[in-house]
């Protein structure tokens, strides 16, 4: 099982793209996280999910855990008009580390090693992971590689 036969199209976002458009794609899609990518598609960062939902959480509230216990439900369903005007590049974290890609010839033990050393729930496909300036020809989600290994144990 190759890379190329796992990576599949997938939403991709810059970082000028709007935080609320990414979070609507988050959520209508049911994905973990997006690829950001940069004017020529080539991956830059991951979004997770998870960053997503911290940008919506006020940093009173990130700062004192226990105040989300005595936030209320009326204010909590406005959650997400904190994104409103804010975009890609504002969720994304300051100081950020190369985004997860694998060659295209990359097996799925150096996709799940990849996967798992970033911590990140998508990883990008290259044609060439070497060069800097490789297309992105798909993406492979922790989900969907855990699918295909559990069917290969006969799962």
Do not use: K
């Not at 105040?67 to 975009?87: P, T, W």
């Not at 994304?92 to 050393?117: F, G």
């Not at 798909?138 to 969907?144: K, N, Q, Y």
């Amino acid at each position: 099982m190759r890379a190329r036969e796992l990576a599949v199209e997938f939403p991709v976002v810059t970082p000028d793209s709007s935080a609320m458009d990414a979070a609507e794609l988050l959520a209508e899609h049911h994905l973990p996280g997006l690829i950001v990518v940069d004017g020529r598609d080539r991956p830059v960062a991951v979004l997770p999910a998870s960053q997503v939902m911290g940008s919506l959480i006020p940093r009173y509230v990130q700062d004192d855990p226990a105040l989300a216990r005595v936030y209320d439900e009326g204010h909590a369903d406005r959650l997400c008009a904190n994104l409103e005007g804010r975009r890609v590049a504002d969720m994304l974290p300051r100081a950020r580390e190369a985004p997860p890609i694998v060659d295209a010839d990359a097996t799925a033990m150096e996709i799940a090693q990849v996967m798992a050393s970033a911590r990140s729930p998508v990883v990008a496909v290259a044609g060439d992971a070497r060069r800097t300036d490789a297309p992105m020809i798909g993406v492979v989600t922790a989900s969907a590689l855990l699918g295909r290994l559990l069917a290969a144990a006969g799962r």
